[in-house]
Each structure stands twice: as structure tokens, then as C-alpha cells.
């Protein structure tokens, strides 16, 4: 098989030149620093979700406000319950936890950074382009990494440990890297 040639030119327009390294400068990040963003982001858009499923729960607790407890049961006559405020603390606890993921997910896709991310200097970026890896990816990496990385005694993050190109599994399925900044 002949050797490819030495140079082909300038790539097609649309398509960029494949670059192992995003960006001169720029180091992977090491486990420390990824993890310790992983905590502080854990802990921020912790304490946002906090802030917005209190008012859930204060109409869920005041849509029981009749009823009462016999023998670890809840009795609730049939006019105590409120349907609405039920339901209504219902819809502010899920609208809650949908806007702190689109939150998430959306500072990731966009600028590669979220909070605890911009905190600690690191970035997650395209392997090929060195870009931010847009939101379709962002929600996959972070659907896949709850779902599959973390399962197995977090083998799925640990991976980086030993790869070559410090990715764990969910990178590795966008194909994204993670770079100091």
C-alpha cells in the first residue's frame, strides 16, 4: 500500500483539518481538576435547584394541610385534599429540575464551561475542532455519563486514568475533550 501523500492542501469548505491537539497552549485536564469541578458544580446547580423546589414543596405540604396521620397512614377526608395545589407543586418541582438541566447542559454546549468548570479552568471541547461541542452532544455526554459511565463502580470516568487522550466513555462517545484554560 503506497504511503498517503505529504500534503493534500487546504481541507474542503466546511470540513476542518483534523488537529490532535485543539489549540496550541492548551494541556488536557488531569483527574483533580475535573473532579473538583464535578463537586462544585455538583454543589451550585445544587443549591439553584434547591432554591426553585422550595416552592413546590411548601404547595405540596399545604395540599395535605387537612389531613392526618394514624399509624404511619394518611387519612385525608375527601374535601381536605387540594387537587390543584398537588398538582401545582408537582409541575413547579419538575419545571424546576427541567430548567436547572437545560441550564447545565446548554453552559456546556455553548462555551464548553459550566460553573464549577469556569471555577476550576477547565474546558470541554471538541477533540477534532477544539470548539465548544454544541448542545445535541452536551445533552448526549451528559445523558450518557448519568446513565452509563457512573454504573459500574464509575469505571465510565475513571477510564481517563489510563487513556491515552484522558477521556472518560461519555467523551469518548462525543468525541469532546476536556483542556485547562
Known amino acids: 500500500m503506497p504511503p498517503p501523500p505529504a500534503n493534500q492542501g487546504p481541507p474542503p469548505p466546511g470540513y476542518q483539518a483534523y488537529s490532535p491537539t485543539p489549540s496550541p497552549g492548551w494541556t488536557r485536564a488531569g483527574f483533580g481538576a475535573r473532579f473538583g469541578a464535578s463537586l462544585l458544580d455538583s454543589l451550585l446547580y445544587g443549591l439553584l435547584t434547591t432554591a426553585l423546589v422550595i416552592p413546590g414543596i ?15 397512614e394518611i387519612i ?4 381536605s385534599l387540594q387537587g390543584g395545589t398537588l398538582a401545582g ?9 427541567l430548567i436547572v438541566f437545560v441550564v447545565y447542559v446548554r453552559a456546556l454546549g455553548r462555551t464548553g464551561q459550566t460553573w464549577g468548570r469556569k471555577i ?11 470548539t465548544p ?10 445523558l450518557f455519563a448519568n446513565a452509563i459511565s457512573g454504573q459500574i463502580f464509575y469505571l465510565g470516568y475513571l477510564w481517563m486514568l489510563w487513556d491515552d487522550k484522558q477521556q472518560t466513555w461519555h467523551d469518548k462517545v462525543v468525541g469532546s ?3 485547562r484554560t
Request: with cysteine.
Open 58 to 72: 411548601v404547595l405540596l405540604i399545604a395540599a395535605f394541610d387537612g389531613c392526618t396521620t394514624i399509624n404511619d
Open 76 to 79: 385525608c377526608p375527601t374535601d
Open 89 to 97: 407543586g408537582i409541575a413547579l418541582i419538575l419545571a424546576a429540575l
Open 120 to 130: 476550576v479552568g477547565v474546558k470541554v471541547v471538541g477533540e477534532l475542532t477544539g
Open 133 to 142: 461541542i454544541g448542545f445535541g452532544k452536551a445533552l448526549g455526554r451528559v
Open 177 to 179: 475533550i476536556v483542556v
